[in-house]
Nanobody, 126 residues
Framework: QVQLVESGGGLVQAGGSLRLSCAAS????????MGWFRHCPGKEREFVAA????????AYADSVKGRFTISRDNAKNTVYLQMNSLKSEDTAVYYC???????????????????WGQGTQVTVSS
């Protein structure tokens, strides 16, 4: 079985930064596309960022573009989300997801992802 474990969440003041990590373990992936999603209170889960296996294709939600950076280290089976200039509206549970069926494209649709982490809470105080 594949496991995704997020870490790096916490409480930060508005304008601050956090770096989330998502480590994959278990059955070896076949070059998965990876994504980050978030679930804000009172809203549906939404797309944040996605990255192809090579890192050559990246996409961001408009709400985080210019502030968040997604990256990956395939040797460590880890994907990262660097979050800068955080705002109170970034408060959410952040989830990483993996889609082993797609390597060279980015995936925005959460229904396309097969594996999910348990989530990590990010709270931004204003």
């Amino acid at each position: 079985q594949v496991q995704l474990v997020e870490s790096g969440g916490g409480l930060v003041q508005a304008g601050g930064s956090l770096r989330l990590s998502c480590a994959a373990s278990g059955r070896t992936f076949s070059r998965p596309a990876m994504g980050w999603f978030r679930h804000c209170p009172g809203k549906e889960r939404e797309f944040v960022a996605a990255i192809s296996w090579s890192g050559g294709s990246i996409a961001y939600a408009d709400s985080v573009k210019g502030r968040f950076t997604i990256s990956r280290d395939n040797a460590k089976n880890t994907v990262y989300l660097q979050m800068n200039s955080l705002k109170s509206e970034d408060t959410a549970v952040y989830y990483c997801a993996a889609d082993p069926s797609r390597s060279w494209t980015i995936v925005r649709d959460e229904s396309e992802y097969d594996y999910w982490g348990q989530g990590t809470q990010v709270t931004v105080s204003s």
